[in-house]
């Protein structure tokens, strides 16, 4: 068994414990870690890390790179731990995200598709070691990857050293389904050959000189499953919308009959939009995304999709069950490649993809918030969704017209963060309905969104903000001192709902006593 | 003169008036002019049709795409005529504006890289007719463009039918700078392949089938010189801290010598930045950018600069009659492309480009306002810096850090109007001085650009506000009913002092009567 996954004999020496390889750790250190939305991270060494610290008691900070957010706890006992001085680019977890906002861990929010260049130029704090899953050890050395790509190639190149977590728990079948790629410096570049989804550009394995192993660490721990939830009354209806909208673009001549590749970003709402093509006519589907959770599963499984490329691949329980014991039936219809390809905008603007990625909240204007709650809060980052929609052919932006049982309504007067500015929001999509918004001025696209995405509830608020707006006048028309009040009316009263306020105790409606 | 100009025979029985040409636009249609920053704008035609309304009275509205703002009054006086009913992707006309801001005009501002997706996709008006300026028929009847070619090949390809302006006033010279590439079809797309700025992978001309062109209108008009204001004391600051930042580079090993290509706005700022390279060390330097400005050529004459690519060219009064009098000189130096190519994410991304654009305002967390005023009010447009910016090697913003003699400060709690997030802020320069912001949180950022970019005279309230937003915590720390206020007492109080208010009569500080 080992000997087909570690194939270079003479590395058998560099097997350590997860322990031991923990030891090389130092305060002060940056860590690249492998791992993208839970999949593929390393697992053992930062949690012997964490117990490390923990029984030693010594002060220890590390600054942790990773491809976006780690699974199996790492995330949460690291934080917990408090040995995190510097996180980029992404992350999703509770008690992290709790650190974050405290100010303890210092939180660096990139495009997904950057981190890899700031490595390159040493633009950030060059990468002491990089720990990196891998299903096998070729005979050269090189480090096939697990389930995910994210930025290992890049940390393994560039750090000094690398441990590898050698994890007997992912089936060797998926050898062969990664296509390692290294765009090189910028200024000395070529143009990066792919103009298909399906295309090979690279290697099956990551490339690093065998002086550079430090030690290899054997593990049998699978991913952390996906906790996703499931479809329901409003998301189906949402994929509706979209579906029919796609269908008018297919009748009008502005997409073929197979669409563009599709990219959907992480998340519940993003996965059951795309559940909507399963009883769509829609066939011969590609997906060109960076993370492919169930959805996209089942849509390979009913030949929906075609062809589908991602840099991770996360799943539920249940499905990943049933894709991992059939792996060689999704190989030639897969390729998982580095994160800076999979959001690289050379690519994503030339394959002309369609982009739905989830939104926090959006004002009137359609400038999108996908990372801070009430304007402050870091929720998990902005991951690809930037990268996506300002290079891609269709920025989608789809959410509930409401959150918090209605306390919130996701369509507010000014957002209160901007994670995506109206020039790159071509589309909104709520249970309510669509906006196209291409070609629409701002006051076109306030009455639009407003009529056709917004909670009825929220309509006459939002009714009267623009309205009272457009009489100061301007391109985009705004009472800036009225811009925020809903968010400070909901943080006074519990509502953004006007005349309105919630009993906390009760958590029932009574009339306002202001 | 004519034979050389116009050198398809069969053409000259096109030839015709402007009052003709004009003649022929409809109520309703669509135009496509040719026209980026005043350079190579389609003029007498425009103007025709105006006077044709002026003279029957009719009511009239056409679209109106450019490339970028048009000069020779056009935009002024189509707007004062109210004949345009939605205008595309750019302005910079007072006239216009107004328009703009009353919504009279909708106006859609978009990247500059993002209008030729649209006309190609079709999802936006089709074109009916497209005027552009020619400084050469060829015998086969395609069109040399003048001193830019902006969005004109693609409104030649998509237009129904096609009248050219051919104007004698520019120097024949001309013919051979420019560079017509169209990427074809998204989706069905190869690689752009350009890997250096001084590469050539096109055409010197627009094709266009012979029967497309309707007529052509002869002219003898320069276009409109640029009213650039000269360096002043601050801008030479502000190149000063600029220089030495790439200085600094240079020493860390992350820029070559010859640093990377550069890109600068429109506007007189960057132009004043740019010309700090003048006084430097730096040579052999390589411009890729989309409006090329007196500071470039004075760059190429001094031979500090190698290369330039651009997609139009805009000087002073000066700076042009030296140019165009020996324009062949230039001719082996220079390249003009299409604004898709000039300000494509593939190319810019590839090449690694140091971006240079101007701020109207900007936030302690780094967000920048490129286009609205007081959140409202449409300034320009927010041209190709979205292009630049997110794509970019280095993310540059320029701007004085005060404005209206100190009464508005250009860095305040929160932007009006978000235009540049945070992610793509890389660096910003003030003449107080520059804080690099790669790899940093919100908070470390807000630190930074406080102490370095800040006027002195806002820095309490600067500190101040982020003081009070950090005991609310949170990732990006706000105090949201607050950070409006700077703006809304700059509207009541004539500024945005705390303490002050500004006596309009006297335009003397005075103590606040709040």
């Given at each position: 068994m080992f000997a087909k996954r570690l194939r270079n004999a003479?590395?058998?020496?560099?097997?350590?414990?997860a322990r031991e390889a923990a030891g090389w750790i130092q305060d002060g250190m940056t860590l690249g870690l492998s791992g993208f939305t839970q999949a593929g991270d390393a697992k053992v060494v930062p949690r012997a890390l964490v117990d490390r610290v923990k029984q030693t008691g010594e002060q220890l900070k590390v600054n942790v790179y990773t491809g976006a957010s780690l699974g199996s706890e790492v995330d949460g006992i690291m934080a917990e731990a408090g040995i995190i001085n510097r996180r980029l680019p992404f992350q999703a977890e509770k008690r992290m995200r709790s650190k974050i906002n405290s100010g303890d861990i210092i939180y660096v929010d990139q495009h997904l598709s950057h981190t890899a260049e700031m490595v390159r130029a040493g633009t950030i704090d060059p990468i002491d070691i990089a720990i990196v899953e891998a299903v096998a050890i070729t005979e050269e050395g090189y480090i096939v990857p697990?389930?995910?790509?994210?930025?290992?190639?890049?940390?393994?190149?560039?750090?000094?050293?690398?441990?590898?977590?050698?994890?007997?728990?992912?089936?060797l079948s998926l050898e062969g389904v990664h296509d390692i790629y290294d765009v090189g410096p910028q200024g000395k570049r070529q143009p990066i050959m792919l103009t298909e989804a399906e295309?090979?550009?690279?290697?099956?394995?990551?490339?690093?000189?065998?002086?550079?192993?430090?030690?290899?660490?054997?593990?049998?721990?699978?991913?952390?499953?996906?906790?996703?939830?499931?479809?329901?009354?409003?998301?189906?209806?949402?994929?509706?919308?979209?579906?029919?909208?796609?269908?008018g673009e297919v009748k009008a001549g502005r997409l073929p009959k197979t669409l563009a590749p599709l990219q959907s970003g992480i998340g519940s709402v993003a996965n059951a939009v795309f559940h909507?093509?399963?009883?769509?006519?829609?066939?011969?589907?590609?997906?060109?995304?960076?993370?492919?959770?169930?959805?996209?599963?089942?849509?390979?499984?009913?030949?929906?999709?075609?062809?589908?490329?991602?840099?991770?691949?996360?799943?539920?329980?249940?499905?990943?069950?049933?894709?991992?014991?059939?792996?060689e039936k999704y190989k030639d219809r897969l390729i998982l490649r580095p994160q800076e390809i999979s959001n690289h905008p050379e690519i994503i603007r030339r394959l002309g993809l369609i982009a739905i990625n989830t939104a926090l909240e959006l004002d009137i204007y359609g400038n999108v918030n996908s990372t801070h709650v009430m304007g402050t809060n870091m929720m998990n980052g902005i991951g690809g969704s930037g990268d996506f929609a300002r290079n891609s052919r269709l920025g989608i932006f789809v959410t509930k017209s409401i959150a918090k049982g209605g306390k919130i309504s996701s369509i507010v007067p000014f957002v209160s963060h901007v994670d995506h500015t109206e020039h790159d929001v071509d589309v909104i999509v709520t249970e309510q309905g669509i906006a196209d918004l291409r070609g629409l001025s701002p006051r076109e696209r306030a009455r639009i969104i407003i009529e056709n995405c917004a909670h009825p509830d929220y309509r006459p608020q939002l009714r009267a903000y623009f309205e009272e707006a457009c009489e100061r006048g301007g391109q985009t028309p705004h009472v800036l001192e009225k811009a925020f009040s809903w968010h400070t009316r909901f943080q006074k009263e519990g509502t953004m709902l006007e005349g309105q306020t919630i009993d906390k105790a009760t958590n029932e409606k009574e009339p306002t006593r202001v």
């Open positions: 003479s590395l058998q020496q560099r097997l350590v414990t697990t389930t995910s790509v994210g930025n290992s190639a890049i940390f393994v190149e560039h750090a000094r050293e690398v441990i590898i977590e050698l994890n007997l728990a992912h089936p295309q090979r550009i690279g290697t099956q394995a990551i490339q690093v000189p065998l002086e550079k192993i430090k030690g290899i660490v054997v593990t049998e721990e699978p991913d952390t499953a996906s906790s996703i939830v499931q479809p329901d009354e409003e998301t189906a209806t949402m994929a509706a919308h979209l579906i029919e909208f796609l269908r909507g093509f399963l009883a769509s006519e829609f066939t011969d589907l590609e997906v060109y995304s960076e993370v492919l959770q169930d959805a996209v599963f089942d849509l390979l499984d009913a030949d929906k999709i075609r062809f589908a490329s991602g840099c991770s691949i996360i799943l539920s329980p249940e499905k990943g069950k049933q894709v991992y014991r059939n792996f």
